[in-house]
């Protein structure tokens, strides 16, 4: 971060030459890249950073934790990149979050605070606060109550240890609920259906009984 303190501050005072020097001195040290435009907030912590990567226009902010092979990048920098000049790119992840390694966080988005990013995943969309993250596309699968920093429980890699419920295997069991409910509505019909046929059978049995006995032989 003393690398990037430095690049950061020649950035702003338009020494970008000798700011991008400095950056790529200290990825070769590091591992880590950070681009130095990118706007870094207090208590940064960055385990094992190797293959690390934040771009130009991330922000991060105070109490942030990203394990290696985290990128904070753009979902397409080679595309129309003229215009992309000067313009939100890379996401901004608010204070407390935690990036497990090897996630993805793409594009000009914001990571809610105190939210957990499951290692491996891949983030295109707004992450609320507290929420836990996870998969490809990542999707959230265990709401978090917002607490204060000092409450929040800190979960390695942002991926909790616990009974972990997986958001597509929740969907396919509601699904078979609903086919089974489904299922026991048709029986049940089926059943009236066929009771109310007996029934009109019987009905139109006796009705020709009583009709036969009151007509005269050869009339009926």
Same mark, same amino acid.
């Given at each position: 971060? @003393?690398?990037? =303190?430095?690049?950061?501050?020649?950035?702003? *005072?338009?020494?970008? &030459?000798?700011?991008?020097?400095?950056?790529?001195?200290?990825? @070769?040290? !590091?591992?880590?890249?950070?681009?130095?435009?990118?706007? &870094?907030?207090?208590?940064?912590? &960055?385990? *094992?950073?190797?293959?690390?990567? &934040? %771009?130009? $226009?991330?922000?991060?902010?105070?109490?942030?934790?990203?394990? *290696?092979?985290? $990128?904070?990048g753009?979902?397409?920098?080679?595309?129309?990149?003229? /215009?992309q000049? /000067?313009?939100?790119? *890379?996401?901004?992840?608010?204070?407390g979050? @935690?990036? %497990?390694?090897?996630?993805? @966080?793409?594009?000009?988005?914001?990571?809610?605070?105190?939210?957990?990013?499951?290692?491996?995943?891949?983030? !295109?969309?707004?992450?609320?606060?507290?929420?836990?993250?996870?998969?490809?596309?990542? =999707?959230?699968?265990?709401?978090?109550?917002?607490?204060?920093?000092?409450?929040?429980?800190?979960?390695?890699?942002g $991926? #909790?240890? %616990?009974?972990?419920?997986?958001?597509?295997?929740?969907?396919?069991?509601?699904?078979?609920?609903?086919?089974?409910?489904?299922?026991? =509505?048709? /029986?049940?019909?089926?059943?009236?259906?066929? !009771?109310?046929?007996?029934?009109?059978?019987?009905?139109?049995?006796?009705?020709?009984?009583?009709?036969?006995?009151?007509? #005269?032989?050869?009339?009926?």
């Amino acid at each position: 971060m @003393i690398f990037h =303190r430095l690049s950061h501050a020649l950035w702003r *005072h338009g020494w970008r &030459i000798l700011a991008r020097w400095i950056s790529q001195i200290a990825r @070769i040290i !590091t591992g880590i890249e950070v681009h130095p435009a990118a706007v &870094i907030g207090d208590d940064l912590f &960055i385990d *094992h950073g190797m293959g690390v990567v &934040i %771009g130009e $226009t991330s922000e991060i902010g105070d109490g942030v934790t990203l394990y *290696h092979d985290v $990128t904070l990048g753009g979902t397409a920098p080679s595309v129309d990149s003229g /215009n992309q000049r /000067n313009t939100k790119r *890379h996401p901004t992840l608010e204070d407390g979050v @935690i990036v %497990g390694s090897g996630a993805q @966080i793409l594009g000009p988005i914001t990571v809610g605070r105190d939210a957990r990013i499951g290692a491996n995943a891949v983030v !295109t969309k707004d992450v609320p606060a507290g929420a836990t993250m996870v998969g490809i596309p990542a =999707r959230a699968v265990q709401p978090r109550e917002t607490q204060s920093r000092d409450q929040a429980r800190f979960v390695a890699y942002g $991926t #909790p240890t %616990g009974d972990l419920p997986d958001p597509v295997a929740r969907a396919i069991d509601g699904l078979l609920n609903e086919v089974q409910t489904l299922r026991a =509505r048709v /029986n049940a019909l089926e059943e009236q259906g066929q !009771t109310g046929a007996i029934d009109v059978e019987d009905g139109a049995a006796e009705l020709g009984g009583e009709v036969g006995a009151d007509c #005269p032989p050869g009339k009926c």
